[in-house]
């Protein structure tokens, strides 16, 4: 009788784990306007399934960082940060959308032909 005592108590916890899963939350999309100076990001919060797959259940919502103005809104209410910190993200972000036009203009400059069809033609002369 101990054991199957033991044994229920030991598989308590199993049986009731589904029920009392961690909630996990995870980014969903992220978007800069170098027009508008705004980072926006959305969050959907979810559960990770007996496979390891993540499951969104509902969405977070939307945040949004206005680096210029130093803040972070979130549902209607807004927080300040250091203006120091708003233009360490700017540069950042800044950094980024270079790259970004860096990369089209160099995809546009090989007619979006990959670098190794490139090297494949200029070696058989063509």
Known sequence: MKRYFLL??????????????????RLEKVTWNPITHVLSWQITEGHIDVHGQYEPERPVGSFFIEPQAATMSFAGKKEGFTHQEGDHLHDILDSLSHYLMSSTLWWQEVNGEPREARKADAVHGK
């Open 8 to 25: 229920l108590l030991l598989l308590t916890p199993l049986l009731f784990a589904y029920d009392k899963a961690k909630k996990v939350q």
